[in-house]
């Protein structure tokens, strides 16, 4: 079963709005990651958060995490064009280290 | 810098033939290795996953096996293709729990006829 389930699940702006996509996950978490993925190509890292932290910010993404909701959420201010892509989260669970289990993604379009 | 090579990127093969993807990484000593397979539109199923030489964990049950030859590389195999094992197959590395970032190699877009 999946454990992180994002939302929502495609979502469409215009450049220079900002994108906001949320996950929910059902167990204790050691971490939660977020990738990205262009149409058909491999998914590439963006950014670890761990169960210990709320926030963390890289570049123009911000990622929160709130463990007592079970919920993380990526933030991607002043979108381009060349965000357009999947997103996806993936949680390491405790139970399960070293194997995460990844959502269906959210299909982010942003138009020029 | 740690990469990883995943090939082919297309393959289409009958039914009933056999199939072996490869994976290897580069830079990096004694990764996990991650099998996935992505149906369109989905996030990714864990199929195998390897902490060490020889040593295979399988996710789900089905006709797909998996073998660890050496420490980086990464073998994905089945003897008879079957039209459900279609898909979008990803190899993954990691440097474990202390180290849980997983980096991707560029897939391979499997079409069983």
């Known amino acids: 079963s999946q454990q992180g389930e994002e939302d929502p699940q495609a979502l469409s702006i215009q450049e220079g709005e900002n994108a906001t996509m949320n996950c929910s996950y059902k167990t204790s978490i050691n971490n939660l990651q977020w990738y990205r993925q262009n149409s058909g190509r491999g998914l590439v890292h963006l950014i670890l958060?761990?169960?210990?932290?709320r926030e963390k910010h890289s570049g123009r993404l911000r990622v929160t995490l709130d463990t007592s909701k079970k919920s993380s959420s990526l933030l991607i201010t002043a979108s381009r064009a060349a965000d357009t892509a999947s997103y996806f989260c993936?949680?390491?669970?405790?139970?399960?280290?070293?194997?995460?289990?990844f959502g269906d993604g959210t299909t982010l379009t942003v138009k020029p | 810098s740690q990469t990883i090579h995943q090939w082919p990127a297309t393959l289409v093969q009958p039914v009933g033939s056999p199939l072996s993807l490869e994976c290897t990484v580069e830079g990096t000593s004694n990764p996990n290795l991650y099998w996935y397979r992505q149906a369109a539109g989905r996030g990714l199923q864990l199929l195998f996953y390897?902490?060490?030489?020889?040593?295979i964990s399988s996710e789900v049950p089905q006709n797909l096996s998996a073998s660890r030859p050496q420490d980086r590389q990464f073998i994905l195999s089945s003897k008879k293709l079957l039209l459900s094992d279609s898909g979008f197959y990803l190899c993954?590395?990691?440097?474990?729990?202390?180290?849980?970032?997983?980096?991707f190699g560029q897939g391979t877009r499997l079409t069983v006829v």
């Open positions: 993936a949680t390491d669970a405790s139970t399960n280290a070293g194997k995460s289990t």
């Open positions: 958060i761990r169960s210990n932290e």
């Open positions: 993954a590395w990691s440097g474990g729990q202390l180290v849980p970032e997983a980096f």
């Open positions: 390897s902490v060490g030489i020889g040593q």
